[in-house]
């Protein structure tokens, strides 16, 4: 019955983060591990072989309309490899209920992130140099290899903190952030998922994978058009809503089980 249900939630979940331009795992993870009934450290790695796949997907209309900066973007996602393997390996020792606590807090952290950017929205935005010193290389080293530890540790892309990197570290216009951040994310994920099936991923279920995987493709694509129509800051206000609800969820579970 879960196979059954994997389309129709990628669909779902591919539509609304296709709207939002935010990258899919750190509402996937959750679908996975209390809707699928995968175990935390299996729904972290499948959602590295999803989010890269939708990622890859959507990069092809950003080269098309010229919004991928391809040589920063490799640059930075190869920084991402330093942090990646390692978030990988310790994901592979860490106790699941832990895992999903700290994916839950990472859930909390996004929401304000995002709920940070809302309201930066009505202010005018600073100037940043496009210019790169040893302060902004340094800052851009680390959240490389930050977003590489979390895409390697959660499952998640990172695009949530990626994209703000690139518009204030490297000073790119929001559509070739978005576009180039896309790049990162596949190749964040790439790496990640290699480390994790050489370091033991845990029993997954390839036909879910998948299904999700074309589910989340194509709800992408959707979730493209509809923002073009829909209010986009009513859209993040609602995700910001999920977010904290389904992270409250997971702490209510989760940490009874550690302790």
């Known amino acids: 019955m879960s196979v059954l249900w994997a389309l129709p939630l990628g669909l779902v979940i591919g539509t609304t983060l296709g709207a939002l331009g935010a990258g899919g795992g750190i509402l996937t993870v959750p679908a996975l591990v209390y809707l699928l009934g995968q175990d935390a450290r299996a729904a972290t790695t499948g959602s590295l072989l999803i989010v890269g796949v939708s990622a890859l997907v959507g990069l092809l209309p950003h080269h098309m309309a010229r919004n991928v900066r391809w040589r920063q973007g490799i640059l930075f996602g190869a920084l991402g490899l330093l942090g990646s393997w390692p978030g990988s390996y310790l994901a592979a020792l860490a106790d699941p209920d832990l895992l999903l606590v700290g994916f839950a807090l990472l859930m909390l952290v996004v929401a304000a992130l995002m709920v940070r950017r809302l309201s930066?929205?009505?202010?005018?935005?600073?100037?940043?140099?496009?210019?790169?010193?040893?302060?902004?290389?340094?800052?851009?080293?680390?959240?490389?290899?930050?977003?590489?530890?979390?895409?390697?540790?959660?499952?998640?892309?990172?695009?949530?903190?990626?994209?703000?990197?690139?518009?204030?570290?490297?000073?790119?216009?929001?559509?070739?952030?978005?576009?180039?951040?896309?790049?990162v994310i596949a190749l964040n994920s790439g790496t990640a998922l290699t480390a994790r099936l050489t370091a033991g991923a845990g029993d997954l279920e390839w036909g879910l994978i998948v299904l999700f995987a074309l589910g989340s493709v194509i709800g992408s694509l959707l979730g493209a058009r509809i923002v073009a129509r829909a209010n986009h800051r009513h859209l993040s206000i609602a995700f910001v809503a999920m977010l904290v609800a389904v992270a409250g969820v997971m702490l209510v579970q989760g940490v009874p089980a550690i302790l």
């Open 120 to 183: 930066s929205t009505s202010r005018p935005a600073a100037v940043e140099s496009p210019h790169l010193t040893r302060r902004r290389l340094a800052v851009l080293a680390g959240t490389a290899m930050g977003i590489g530890f979390l895409t390697g540790f959660f499952g998640v892309g990172g695009g949530f903190a990626v994209v703000p990197a690139l518009t204030l570290v490297l000073g790119f216009p929001m559509p070739q952030a978005v576009g180039t951040s896309l790049l």
